[in-house]
């Protein structure tokens, strides 16, 4: 049986560390300036920012994508379970159970959803009736999907293909999903469903997330840790709770201040700079 501080160092073992990380894309655009970040076992980490503050590129950075779009991590390092793992191959990084979730729900759209789920077993070697018993668990946290399975991906809605999406990943058996703006484009119903469904992937399967996401006020509601990014550099951090209640996060992120609801363009970016770097 664990004691009491055994139990504690397991809940914040850290599987992902990124350190003092700068991408480069085209041998000349620096477009991340030494970003660091830790991912806990277990846990929703969230990547916040603006569009183009950089939580894509850090993303494609920790799963080996750069290079599709020439760039590359010229400086720091990123180790998964202590390793090494900024120069793998994307495929051998999803047998070490680390998988991206592409913004902008990516799907085959000429194949039915199942199909498309199926897609997500690809590297497995564990047996078909092993990729059944996951397909029905899929099935459970998406019910919609299991109503739609004979559908042509193509033909389903925003918010059946970034479940399909979610669902195609979750199928190759991940230990650590990273999850890029799964709220964008959808309703705010449905982004409260999806996000609810990440909720019980992370409590009932223990699945890892690092999610990127413009939409902070949802996001720091089921993160339990956040990371803001602007013009990549992380310019802060802390637990979800501290951040939703910083008054910083509250103006700019949020559209609150003391005066009421304030629009982010309506602030000056050298008052958001000094208060944030000074």
Same mark, same amino acid.
């Given at each position: 049986?664990?004691?009491?501080?055994?139990?504690?160092?397991?809940?914040?073992?850290?599987?992902?560390?990124?350190?003092?990380?700068?991408?480069?894309? %085209?041998?000349?655009?620096?477009?991340?300036?030494?970003?660091?970040?830790?991912?806990?076992?277990?846990?929703?980490?969230?990547?916040?920012?603006?569009?183009?503050?950089?939580?894509?590129?850090?993303?494609?950075?920790?799963?080996?994508?750069?290079?599709?779009?020439?760039?590359?991590?010229?400086?720091?390092?990123?180790?998964?379970?202590?390793?090494?793992?900024?120069?793998?191959?994307?495929?051998?990084?999803?047998?070490?159970?680390?998988?991206?979730?592409?913004?902008?729900?990516?799907?085959?759209?000429?194949?039915?959803?199942?199909?498309?789920?199926?897609?997500?077993?690809?590297?497995?070697?564990?047996?078909?009736?092993?990729?059944?018993?996951?397909?029905?668990?899929?099935?459970?946290?998406?019910?919609?999907?299991?109503?739609?399975?004979?559908?042509?991906?193509?033909?389903?809605?925003?918010?059946?293909?970034?479940?399909?999406?979610?669902?195609?990943?979750?199928?190759?058996?991940?230990?650590?999903?990273?999850?890029?703006?799964?709220?964008?484009?959808?309703?705010?119903?449905?982004?409260?469903?999806?996000?609810?469904?990440?909720?019980?992937?992370?409590?009932?399967?223990?699945?890892?997330?690092?999610?990127?996401?413009?939409?902070?006020?949802?996001?720091?509601?089921?993160?339990?840790?956040?990371?803001?990014?602007?013009?990549?550099?992380?310019?802060?951090?802390?637990?979800?709770?501290?951040?939703?209640? %910083?008054?910083?996060?509250?103006?700019?992120?949020?559209?609150?201040?003391?005066?009421?609801?304030?629009?982010?363009?309506?602030?000056?970016?050298?008052?958001?700079?000094?208060?944030?770097?000074?």
């Amino acid at each position: 049986m664990l004691d009491a501080a055994q139990t504690t160092e397991t809940q914040v073992e850290t599987l992902l560390e990124v350190s003092n990380i700068e991408v480069i894309y %085209n041998h000349v655009i620096l477009v991340l300036k030494g970003v660091s970040l830790k991912v806990p076992k277990g846990g929703i980490t969230a990547l916040l920012g603006g569009n183009g503050a950089g939580k894509t590129t850090t993303l494609k950075s920790i799963s080996c994508l750069l290079h599709s779009e020439r760039g590359e991590v010229t400086k720091g390092t990123i180790r998964y379970r202590g390793e090494e793992v900024h120069h793998s191959d994307p495929a051998e990084l999803v047998k070490k159970g680390v998988i991206q979730v592409m913004e902008g729900r990516h799907c085959f759209e000429h194949l039915t959803v199942e199909e498309n789920l199926l897609t997500g077993a690809y590297t497995r070697t564990d047996g078909k009736a092993a990729v059944m018993r996951d397909l029905d668990l899929v099935y459970t946290y998406f019910p919609r999907l299991k109503e739609r399975r004979r559908s042509q991906a193509g033909y389903t809605s925003g918010g059946e293909q970034q479940m399909t999406a979610i669902g195609r990943a979750l199928m190759s058996r991940p230990e650590t999903i990273l999850l890029d703006e799964p709220s964008m484009g959808l309703a705010p119903q449905l982004v409260e469903e999806i996000f609810g469904i990440v909720k019980n992937l992370n409590e009932k399967e223990g699945v890892t997330f690092l999610l990127a996401e413009q939409n902070t006020n949802v996001a720091l509601r089921f993160a339990h840790y956040g990371y803001i990014l602007e013009s990549g550099r992380v310019v802060m951090d802390g637990p979800a709770a501290d951040l939703r209640e %910083n008054p910083d996060v509250k103006e700019f992120y949020l559209g609150m201040s003391e005066e009421g609801r304030k629009s982010f363009r309506d602030v000056r970016s050298y008052r958001r700079r000094k208060r944030w770097l000074s």
